[in-house]
């Protein structure tokens, strides 16, 4: 059983241009969340889905993100007219069912570096 | 405004001594605490959790003590070893959370041979 897959691994983009930033759940997970993890800080949350439907969007940037689970195929996170301060690792973590006392499967994250 | 937070940057320890890493946070509404262990370039790894309704977990050389009084809680790792080496996250949820994890900043562990 394959773990929570994300790629690409590194990503490199140049200021203006467009993101997008792929996780696979592990199989029979179908709620994605999203983390960002800026240099020197912990995790913060982003972005909570369900298959077709986004439940939680409170840590996402007003302007520029967004997300989306669709039935088939991977939760992708964008980023349009991506900034330096994009810069990050993102991880997504994925679980059976609403994640409260159980643990959270995490991938091994997207880096983006903005030059 | 940070609801969890972990004072310590980093913190180095000698084989086989005990690690203790702290966590504090401000949100008496939280149900669940969780430890998570993370490499570089690697994602975070589930550790331990505890409910709050204990106020101690145990899990091989691992245990987190809650204090919801002061409300702080904390893992201790005996004996420690080289491989425990890593940024330890503790994160927090609830039911009121809609299932996202609030993280601490992490603190930085080195175990020294």
């Known amino acids: 059983n394959a773990g929570v897959m994300q790629n690409p691994r590194h990503l490199v983009r140049r200021r203006g241009q467009e993101a997008r930033l792929r996780c696979s759940p592990m199989?029979?997970?179908?709620?994605v969340y999203w983390y960002r993890q800026l240099p020197e800080e912990g995790l913060k949350f982003m972005v909570y889905?369900?298959?077709?439907?986004?439940?939680?969007e409170s840590g996402m940037p007003k302007e520029r993100f967004s997300a989306e689970f669709p039935k088939e195929g991977p939760s992708i996170l964008r980023i349009q007219q991506v900034v330096r301060g994009d810069s990050a690792a993102y991880f997504c973590?994925?679980?059976?069912?609403?994640?409260?006392?159980?643990?959270?499967?995490f991938g091994q994250g997207t880096r983006l570096t903005v030059v | 405004d940070q609801q969890v937070k972990q004072n310590s940057p980093s913190l180095s320890v000698q084989e086989g001594r005990i690690s203790i890493l702290n966590c504090d946070y401000t949100?008496?509404?939280?149900?669940?605490f969780l430890w998570y262990k993370k490499y570089p370039a690697e994602g975070p790894t589930f550790l331990i959790s505890?409910?709050?309704?204990?106020d101690k977990n145990e899990d091989g050389r691992f245990t987190v003590f809650l204090n919801k009084s002061a409300k702080h809680l904390s893992l201790h790792i005996v004996p420690s070893q080289p491989g425990d080496s890593a940024v330890y996250f503790c994160?927090?949820?609830?039911?009121?959370?809609?299932?996202?994890?609030?993280f601490g900043q992490g603190t930085e562990l080195s175990v020294k041979p």
């Open positions: 973590a994925s679980s059976p069912r609403v994640i409260v006392n159980t643990e959270a499967f």
């Open positions: 199989k029979g997970h179908s709620h």
């Open positions: 889905l369900q298959k077709e439907n986004i439940i939680d």
């Open positions: 949100n008496s509404m939280f149900d669940y």
């Open positions: 505890i409910s709050s309704i204990k």
């Open positions: 994160a927090a949820s609830g039911d009121n959370q809609g299932g996202k994890l609030i």
